[in-house]
């Protein structure tokens, strides 16, 4: 009598689920390769600052404490004073 295994040897069932995953292989390899391009070329490195053309010292007493002492403006969120950045 013949184990289960040795069952689907016989019927081919081996050769095609090797020929699947093959297939499935090189589908993800053809995805992959239309799609990382896309996702690379749409990467961005953050935001981009408008030119400022000069630091200005934190006046705002509850950022004192921080490890810099100064700041641009408009700063990312758009805040325009620092009285404004403060407030949020």
């Known amino acids: 009598m013949k184990q289960p295994g040795e069952m689907c040897r016989d019927f081919g069932h081996d050769r095609v689920s090797r020929s699947v995953r093959r297939d499935v ?3 993800w390899l053809i995805v992959l390769s239309i799609m990382l391009p896309a996702a690379c ?8 600052l ?9 006046t705002v007493p509850f950022c004192k404490e921080i490890p810099y ?3 641009i403006m408009p700063n990312l969120l758009n805040h325009v004073k620092q ?3 403060g407030l949020d």
């Open 25 to 27: 292989s090189m589908l």
């Open 41 to 48: 070329s749409a990467y961005k490195r953050g935001p981009e």
């Open 50 to 58: 408008p030119h400022h053309g000069r630091c200005e010292p934190i």
């Open 69 to 71: 002492n100064e700041t």
């Open 83 to 85: 009285e404004d950045a």
